[in-house]
């Protein structure tokens, strides 16, 4: 059961357009939501996270958006470029049962900008 | 530079043959984790460890051993490797365990079991 559903799995863009990708919830429990960019042949690499007790956070031209009663969060890219081009992991933290912090994964979303 | 270190790369074995994937971090940090990479599937957490000679298993972690003897290192062991371990290995490490700390992944290691 996947605990973070991410969609969509793929994206294309046009340069200077908006993507949009979106993740849901259900898990009450989980308190900080970080978004991860992998490029072609790196590793992820975090990309901007925000805490349920705020809406939105804004980092140049990538925001996130959250919604804490639909259980819900967003990533916008503003003005997409080519350079944009990758995969893009949406997670959330929660306790394990040995008391450690957890990512749990969304299975993630291919953005391809067309010049 | 700080970063995460895996090798090899790339790595073709064959079923059965011991193999070791090596990961070191340079950046002094406690917690460090192994995850494979599989299309459709996502990122799956294979081992994780808080610090030195600590270490517990992840969601998917039949197969493979790990050992944290030293802070910086952390090697993923795969004593009888089989084609369904076939994958793309990321070994990953954060300053520490707590809610916002990031972590840092290394360039992986693409697995071929034939």
């Known amino acids: 059961q996947q605990q973070v559903k991410q969609s969509p799995q793929s994206l294309i863009v046009q340069k200077g357009g908006i993507s949009i990708i979106n993740c849901a919830y259900e898990?009450?429990?989980?308190?900080?939501f970080p978004w991860y960019q992998q490029f072609p042949g790196k590793g992820p690499a975090l990309l901007i996270a925000i805490r349920p007790d705020v809406s939105e956070k804004k980092e140049g031209r990538f925001t996130i958006s959250f919604n804490k009663s639909a259980k819900q969060f967003s990533l916008h890219i503003m003005d997409s470029q080519p350079g944009d081009s990758a995969t893009y992991f949406c997670?959330?933290?929660?306790?394990?049962?040995?008391?450690?912090?957890?990512?749990?994964w969304g299975l993630g979303t291919s953005l391809a900008v067309n010049p | 530079e700080a970063q995460v270190t895996q090798n090899p790369r790339y790595l073709i074995t064959v079923t059965g043959k011991k193999l070791t994937v090596t990961c070191s971090q340079n950046m002094n940090h406690e917690y460090m984790s192994w995850y494979r990479q599989d299309p459709g599937l996502g990122l799956r957490q294979i081992y994780y460890?808080?610090?030195?000679?600590?270490?517990d298993k992840g969601d998917v972690p039949e197969g493979y051993k790990v050992s944290r003897k030293e802070k910086r290192n952390f090697p993923l062991i795969l004593e009888s490797p089989s084609p369904n371990q076939t994958s793309l290995y990321f070994c990953?490490?954060?300053?520490?365990?707590?809610?916002?700390?990031?972590?840092?992944f290394g360039n992986g290691t693409r697995l071929t079991v034939t």
């Open positions: 898990n009450t429990a989980f308190d900080y």
């Open positions: 997670a959330a933290t929660e306790f394990n049962a040995g008391n450690n912090r957890k990512l749990i």
């Open positions: 460890s808080m610090n030195v000679e600590v270490t």
């Open positions: 990953a490490s954060s300053p520490s365990s707590v809610y916002n700390s990031p972590l840092h």
